[in-house]
């Protein structure tokens, strides 16, 4: 459990996880843990039926403006505090490059961008004084690689617009968390033996959900990915 001298770091807050893949589930987990009152949001019923028990679910579609004010404005216990946007991307089909993917495909992965940037501007305003919003990344936006040049703009993008949001939209706090390949590149991209895992990526997000100092800033969990063997 994340503690702090007080007792759990997030307790007393309200918490709201949108995605329901491993990260997104890892994440609503710890934040239980932690203390606060977790809501998690996804499209998928079937995702949203294996969550933890004591987690509240909700069943959204934030990608336009309207759903993302909706999903922030959960019914009873006050405002949030905290948004973690952890929806991922359809990976596989993105993996021909710039040049070979087509323009309708990459769209689609970009649909990631613009739930982000629907969910951080509809936070403005909305959350308790030293809310946060905390964006994931990824590794590509500054380490490209043979065929990953969509995700890499992509992440890139995420990344601009956690500094641009926290720059314009303070004390809302913004931050993005980049994960390395986890489960993804080989083991020699690393610099340590520990595989990542997505626990590692949500403890990350806890901490900048608690430390109220932190805002505007990528924060890689990557083993030292960006020093290891670009091969």
């Known amino acids: ?23 997104g589930l890892a994440t609503a987990r710890q934040a239980l843990a ?29 990608e336009d403006p309207e759903g993302a004010v909706r999903l922030l404005e959960p019914a009873g ?8 946007v ?20 990459a769209g689609e992965a970009f649909a990631r961008f613009w739930l982000s940037y629907h969910l951080v501007r509809a936070a403005a305003g909305r959350l308790r004084d030293g809310g946060s919003v905390t964006l994931l990344s990824g590794s590509s936006s500054r380490r490209p690689s043979d065929g990953r040049g969509v995700w890499g703009t992509l992440h890139g993008a995420i990344e601009a617009l956690a500094r641009n949001a926290a720059y314009e939209l303070g004390p ?3 931050n ?25 990526v949500a ?29």
């Open 1 to 23: 459990m994340t503690t702090t001298k007080h007792g759990p770091a997030l307790a007393g807050t309200r918490v709201l996880v949108v995605g329901t893949g491993k990260m």
């Open 34 to 62: 932690a203390g606060a009152d977790v809501t998690l949001s996804g499209r998928c019923r079937d995702r949203l039926a294996a969550v933890p028990p004591g987690v509240r679910t909700v069943v959204g579609d934030p």
């Open 77 to 84: 216990g006050g405002p949030l505090d905290h948004v973690a």
């Open 86 to 105: 952890l929806a991922g991307g359809a990976r596989p089909s993105t993996a021909r490059g710039i040049a070979g993917t087509p323009v309708a495909v």
């Open 172 to 174: 809302l706090r913004v």
């Open 176 to 200: 993005a968390v980049s994960p390395g390949g986890i489960g993804v590149h080989p083991a020699n991209r690393q610099l340590i033996a520990h595989p990542g895992q997505p626990d590692d």
């Open 203 to 231: 403890a990350m997000v806890i901490a900048l959900m608690a430390n109220p100092a932190v805002t505007a800033t990528v924060v890689d969990v990557d083993g030292g990915e960006f020093l290891g063997d670009p091969g």
